[in-house]
């Protein structure tokens, strides 16, 4: 078999970075270790590897049905050619994810790619969309994306089948942050152990709301750590005897949970923004302004990838702070871009665009591979930003909203993903095959929580996300 000396390199060291995660998994005592993938439908699912025979585990990966990319977070299975009972693909770690889970016994985790028996990518993957589509940006545009996945989340307690907020506090209270500081402290320590930094935290808006952000990283390590980083919160807060919930709308007269994305576009060394520009509007280059317009482009569409459940359109609405409207501005919370504002002084550095139409209930690796490939789009076609929003779009009139195209976002899951069907460029960008097996979950749940009160739409959101 012909290899590239690089290729004989790369292999040697996934060698020695499977043998490190062995060493550490035995000296640290380990039982299980996980091996986790966020599924179609935004769930994080897994299954673990005794300590054994983790070694072969680590290189052969674990077997799964091909069906688990048609579940939906009700576990109902979607009717997808190819996804039911017979056939299996592999779930294969990427040493290079290894952590040791600060919130269950004696266990690891590593984050796997879905490959097929014969060890190609699996195409209904997220992980690898998103691969593919660093790819392509680095390849095709000299482009390497850094983003901060920012979350907001709800800290519940559970009596009987209801769900509560655990207080009635107000934003960045300190009353709030109190009343959260024994769960909040150990989810610090346990993101921090994991290799995730820490950027900030406060009690946010809504009862029980929580904000705590984490340093960005190239793509897809940024995935990867919001994947760990739900993983470690909910885990901790159940130490607590505490439901920790990302669901967009937990609850209806209480704020949503946005979990908006930062990133901005770096040259392939990482080491110059591209998307900075003293002397452009707002800072903003020529490139990051395409990116942007192709955001807006895409948007009625790509939200069925970033605000991906049927409870994402409940947040999605005017005077929440959420953005409900396809408009830009800077700082303006209101519009579905935010041009965050640079620090002073470090504005090469710290120019990012933000997008607010983007929840946890995404799988994050799909929500970012469907930027990325929006964004892309907007360079290739160099489209024009319409004019910059500095009022809330709402108070905006018809007529104004129109001639910039600030439409109102989709109103359901069921709109956005009649739009994704319409957006050849997403579904290209895709690929057939997690194109099918997304909408079809999708619209899965749109039938079967259709059938439903919202009673069972609050409770399945704010359990399972
Ligand atoms: N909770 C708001 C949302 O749903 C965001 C509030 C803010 O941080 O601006 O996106
Ligand atoms: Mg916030």
Known sequence: MATTLAGTAAATDLDAKRREIVAQAEASGLRLVRFLYCDNDGIIRGKSAGIANLAERLETGIGLTVAMQAFTLLDHLASVDGMGPVGEIRLVPDPTTFAIAPYAPHTGTVLVDMQTLDGQPYPADGRGFLKRMIGRAAGDHDLSLIAAFEPEWSLAIKTGED?????????????????????????????????????????????????????????????????????????????HGRYASFAPKPWADQAGNGCHLHFSGWDRDQTVNRFYDAGGQYNLSTLARHFMAGILDHLPGLVALTCASVNSYRRLQPHMWASAYRAWGPDNREGAVRVASPFKGHEAESTNVELKSSDSSANPYISLGGVIAAGLDGIERKLTLPPAVTVDPYNLSDKERQTIGADRLPQSLKEALDNLKRDDTLLKALGERLATSYIAVKELDVEAFAAEDDAFEFRQHIYKY
């Open 163 to 239: 769900f509560s907020p655990i207080d009635d506090s107000g934003c960045f209270t300190s009353t709030g942050m109190n009343i959260a500081a024994p769960v909040i402290d150990e989810i610090v320590a346990a993101l921090e152990s994991q290799g995730m930094t820490v950027e900030q935290y406060y009690a946010e808006l809504g009862w029980g709301q929580q904000e705590l952000s984490i340093r960005h990283a190239p793509a897809l390590q940024a995935a990867d750590h919001h994947i760990l980083y739900r993983e470690t919160v909910r885990g901790i807060a159940l130490r």
